[in-house]
């Protein structure tokens, strides 16, 4: 038996985007470059179909007739060893195949299927019907990843029964990038030159979603403790 057949296939299953949004989200491209280098890992299948971005309750009709196309994604899934899949409103559609055919299932949980009825405008009752979802879901997936150890309390907190299902892949940084400079660093300066920044302020960057699980709070806690620091 050769190396490559002795490897796990995953398959990706990525909820629908809008028309403007080509190739993979940035996370998912990320997740399968790494794991393609430092896993033992086939990426059998990316399903990430296409919305339309001017009208995000189109997606949601996207993401429902996405289920019409049970047949071929099932003979996809049948076929893996992993599924890995993202909060949406589909992702009972996912949970489901993948139990049916008894494989193991990923869930990246950067987000949530609430948030994502407050991207859609969708009514709240069907936010109702997301959680309810989730509550019977996530008890039963086999690993959870979260960004941060915020997001994976409140998950406990939550739903109790998973605690020994989470683990955190916290987000990384180019530290040749961005880092404290001296003040009198010249590509500092000009920097702040082109935005328009006077040279002593201080300058504090969140880059991410603004959610409460974030733990936005502790960042300008961490700001103001660096502020005092450099």
């Not at 995953?10 to 403007?20: A, M, T």
């Not at 003979?75 to 599924?83: G, Q, R």
């Not at 009972?92 to 494989?103: C, E, Q």
Request: proline residues 5%.
């Amino acid at each position: 038996m050769s190396a490559e057949s002795k490897k796990s296939k995953l398959v990706f299953c990525f909820p629908p985007r809008g028309k403007s949004e080509t190739g993979l989200y940035f996370r998912v491209q990320q997740m399968i470059e790494v794991l393609e280098k430092i896993a033992s890992i086939k990426i059998l299948y990316t399903i990430t179909p296409t919305g339309n971005s001017s009208d995000r309750r189109h997606i949601l009709v996207r993401n429902l007739l996405f289920i019409t196309q049970l047949p071929v994604y099932s003979v996809i899934l049948f076929k893996s060893n992993l599924v890995w899949v993202y909060p949406s409103p589909i992702l009972l559609f996912w949970f489901m195949i993948a139990k049916i055919f008894k494989k193991k299932i990923i869930i990246d949980h950067f987000t949530t299927a609430e948030h994502a009825a407050d991207v859609l405008k969708i009514p709240a009752y069907l936010k109702k019907v997301f959680n309810y979802i989730d509550s019977l879901v996530y008890p039963r997936i086999d690993l959870i990843l979260t960004h941060s150890y915020i997001m994976e309390h409140v998950l406990h907190h939550t739903y109790p029964s998973i605690k020994n299902k989470t683990s955190v892949l916290l987000s990384v940084v180019d530290t040749n990038q961005f880092k404290p400079l001296d003040q009198g660093n010249d590509r500092l300066k000009n920097l702040r030159q082109s935005l328009g920044i006077p040279e002593n302020k201080f300058i504090a960057m969140y880059h991410g979603l603004f959610h409460n699980f974030h733990g936005v709070d502790i960042i300008l806690q961490a700001a103001e403790l660096a502020k005092n620091k450099y």
